[in-house]
């Protein structure tokens, strides 16, 4: 799996921006679209299953605070750009989610960070804060059974921002830590 450090894989995918059907095809956005700004980056295994649509909406809720921090936030699976279509025309709450869904079907780009499990052949439930250099500056896992913390994305990309030293349980606002001398 890519981590820390490495560069952010190049991908051009289709995105569904929301609930309606494009005239023609779907746009498809890939690094540059997100161009010198930070990215929060995150998979879930399937569309129309059970927690996915909670982590999708709790992102959803953060997206304005994301969007201060200086963040564009994606969201991923390896479903096709009508399976996440249908998923969002199905349920009003997710056919207004604010932030685009890329559709990577060939699974490529989930292959490229080493986040495809290996059972199921879907994407782990993985997120990436990438830094507008296209460097990963956190990357994680979590089983597919146990849904992440959107707030605490936020809270690890706010600090990283501030490019200061953020200890445990570090709030926005509050001081980093400074070394003795």
């Given at each position: ?7 952010f ?9 929301d ?6 095809d ?6 540059q679209?997100?161009s010198?700004k ?57 056919a207004?989610v ?15 960070l ?41 809270r690890?990309?706010e ?14 606002g ?8």
């Amino acid at each position: 799996m890519l981590t820390v450090g490495d560069k952010f894989p190049a991908f051009e995918l289709k995105a569904v921006t929301d609930g309606t059907l494009p005239d023609g095809d779907f746009p498809r956005m890939n690094n540059q679209s997100f161009s010198d700004k930070w990215l929060v980056v995150f998979f879930w295994p399937k569309d129309f299953t059970f927690i996915c649509p909670t982590e999708i909406l709790a992102f959803d809720e953060l997206r304005d605070e994301f969007e201060a921090a200086g963040a564009a936030l994606v969201g991923a699976s390896t479903d096709t750009d009508f399976v996440h279509l249908a998923w969002r025309q199905s349920r009003e709450d997710l056919a207004e989610v604010g932030f685009p869904w890329l559709a990577d079907n060939k699974k490529e780009l989930a292959a490229a960070l080493g986040i495809l499990d290996a059972g199921e052949g879907v994407a782990l439930r993985a997120t990436f804060i990438v830094d507008d250099h296209g460097i990963i500056r956190h990357a994680s896992v979590n089983d597919l059974d146990v849904g992440r913390n959107p707030r605490e994305v936020l809270r690890i990309l706010e600090g990283l921002k501030t490019g200061e030293l953020c200890g445990c349980n570090w709030q926005p606002g509050q001081a980093a830590l400074r070394p003795a001398a």
